[in-house]
């Protein structure tokens, strides 16, 4: 899922001081499950900013609004919120990740859109309230080749053909010395399960960014699935 | 590094005095220098320029290459460079972190690593059609932890990758490390590269009770 942080109160206040209506927008999906964007913590949140407006001499309406998946146009649409063309509010404060958040200007036009979370990665819960990065979104995914584990989000030096040797003498990384370097994790992972002794000259082969998430759009066009696919 | 109110600016560290430090320290008896990149993960002089500085007629120069800093652009023109200068080899290491040196916020590159640079080296000498004596040969820092299925298998890969030498970097003993190089000795293509044990400067020594094949030697580095 995707994990997200809320912005420091002070950089949130600057950002909406300005405004007298402010939607706030949530989303029940990830950044809910990573307990930022739902409806209960969105009004923590707003309790505190507005404590800090008043200490400010400054109010701010806020009405509250949310999605169950923020990223999807036809989901925000249906909140019905946005879709009766008037500027009822003069700014949106979103609670929902970068890709929510640029799906609420899409659809609000004029409207500007605050981020109130700051996007972090795409991670997995490990323990309650803790969650750690899986995935960069590569789009050539191998982690058949290394023991079910991504390097390229959990090595600091995307290291693909084992540790990098900066690791510590007791086999932890550098740079997060209180890390295992996942190299040792991957080896113990390899020695125990025959499934991955596949072949690996993949991993010494150079890797495509052009497809990976970042440096420019990247699309992926299904919209003639149901052509080939139909139901029958 | 300066924050202010918000703004970060960045103040760039001065120059450390270290090619005087290095340059007084080189050995002119011996037969190869090692020329370090970016120390520290610091903006420094590029390593080309130090070695056309720093090292005599009579020794030949071998840089380091970090992929930290540096995409298959930037590593194949310093391939190019080096060959036009005459440098003799080139080691590709990952480098220290961005997050350990004097810019934590810079971000770091990693491209390829080392392995997938010695690669797509090979193939780029290839294309280039540029194999001649003068090439730079290509090493490999990597890392030896154990001996096992998966160490081998690790090694089959970067036999495969094609580089010239391997700089090892080894936490086993004298004892496992000569175990660890007869089991290699089983891996296609091990034998035609030539070992460079990474060893604690001046203590090379101290270690000659290792049973040493006759392509290994050590390199005493410090990264």
Not at chain 1, 6 to 17: C, D, M, Q
Not at chain 2, 15 to 43: C, F, K, Q, T
Not at chain 2, 97 to 116: E, F, K, M, N, S
Not at chain 2, 152 to 161: N, P, Y
Request: glycine fraction near 8%; charge should be negative; aromatic fraction near 6%.
């Amino acid at each position: 899922m995707i994990v997200a942080t809320v912005k420091p109160l002070t950089e949130l206040l600057n950002l909406i001081i300005s405004f007298k209506k402010v939607l706030v927008f949530g989303c029940d999906s990830c950044v809910t499950i990573g307990r930022v964007g739902g409806e209960a913590s969105i009004r923590a949140t707003l309790t505190a900013l507005e404590l800090g407006l008043a200490q400010q001499g400054k109010t701010v309406s806020f009405s509250f609004a949310k999605s169950i998946r923020q990223c999807e146009p036809e989901l925000v649409e249906l909140t019905g919120v946005l879709t009766d063309g008037s500027r009822r509010y003069d700014a949106i404060l979103c609670f929902g990740c970068s890709v929510g958040a640029q799906t609420l200007s899409h659809t609000a036009h004029n409207i500007p859109v605050i981020p109130a979370l700051n996007t972090r990665f795409m991670g997995a819960p490990l323990a309650t309230g803790v969650w750690e990065n899986r995935c960069i979104g590569c789009g050539d995914c191998f982690i058949h080749l290394t023991g079910g584990i991504c390097v390229l989000s959990r090595c600091p030096r995307s290291s693909q053909n084992g540790s990098c040797g900066y690791e510590t003498t007791d086999g932890h990384c550098d740079i997060n010395p209180e890390e295992q370097c996942i190299w040792t994790l991957i080896r113990s992972r390899y020695n125990s399960k025959s499934t991955l002794k596949t072949d690996s000259r993949k991993l010494t082969e150079t890797r495509d960014w052009s497809i990976s998430s970042s440096g420019g759009v990247t699309k992926i066009d299904d919209s003639n699935y149901h052509e080939g696919h139909s139901e029958e | 590094m300066l924050k202010q109110s918000g703004m970060m600016l960045t103040e760039l560290p001065s120059e450390p005095d270290i090619d005087n430090l290095i340059r007084g320290r080189i050995d002119h008896s011996r037969e190869i220098v090692v020329v370090p990149d970016n120390i520290g993960a610091a903006p420094s002089l590029d390593a080309l320029i130090r070695a056309q500085n720093w090292v005599s007629p009579d020794q030949r120069v071998c840089i380091i290459l970090n992929t930290r800093d540096r995409n298959r652009i930037a590593l194949a023109s310093r391939y190019l460079s080096a060959a036009h200068m005459g440098i003799h080899s080139i080691i590709l290491d990952t480098g220290i972190h961005t997050r350990q040196g004097p810019l934590p916020d810079a971000r770091p590159v990693y491209d390829v690593d080392p392995i997938q640079a010695a690669r797509f080296l090979n193939q780029f000498r290839l294309k280039s059609e540029s194999n001649n004596q003068t090439d730079p040969s290509i090493g490999v820092r990597i890392a030896i932890q154990q001996i096992d299925n998966f160490e081998l298998e690790r090694m089959g890969r970067i036999c495969r990758s094609g580089p010239n030498f391997l700089v090892l970097k080894s936490n086993l003993d004298d004892l496992l490390l000569s175990e660890w190089i007869k089991h290699c000795e089983c891996v296609d293509g091990f034998t035609d590269i030539d070992l460079f044990l990474e060893i604690p400067h001046g203590s090379w020594d101290n270690r000659r009770d290792i049973e040493i094949p006759q392509n290994v030697c050590g390199l005493s580095v410090r990264y």
